[in-house]
Nanobody, 123 residues
Framework: VQLQASGGGLVQAGGSLRLSCAASGRTVSRYAMGWFRQAPGKEREFVAAISSYGGTAFHADSVKGRFTISRDNTKNTVYLRMNSLEPEDTAMYYC?????????????????WGQGTLVTVSS
């Protein structure tokens, strides 16, 4: 599956953004999808993941209550709604796909990566 992320940009602290990841290829709806991020000088970290039909979602503790992952299988797109953004959220955000949502959550397996979209939060 091929992934194309978009929606990043510059926003002030407290603001909101919505990232999108468009997927293409056969049987996209069978894949769990997720978001990871990598800040300058830091390792890539898990942000959120959602199961193939959207029934199960996980969010990292650092974003719980502020970020929400969702998907629309009719559009082959997964979203990450980000509210109450903080400067610490500044990072390159990557979408990812795998057969199992818990493998995304635990970071043990990612079948496909998209290119990143940069989110910059100013204080």
């Amino acid at each position: 599956v091929q992934l194309q992320a978009s929606g990043g940009g510059l926003v002030q602290a407290g603001g909101s953004l919505r990232l999108s990841c468009a997927a293409s290829g056969r049987t996209v709806s069978r894949y769990a999808m997720g978001w990871f991020r990598q800040a300058p000088g830091k390792e890539r970290e898990f942000v959120a993941a959602i199961s193939s039909y959207g029934g199960t979602a996980f969010h990292a503790d650092s974003v719980k209550g502020r970020f929400t992952i969702s998907r629309d299988n009719t559009k082959n797109t997964v979203y990450l709604r980000m509210n109450s953004l903080e400067p610490e959220d500044t990072a390159m955000y990557y979408c990812a796909a795998d057969a199992m949502v818990i493998r995304l959550r635990d970071g043990v397996s990612v079948a496909s990566w998209g290119q990143g979209t940069l989110v910059t939060v100013s204080s």
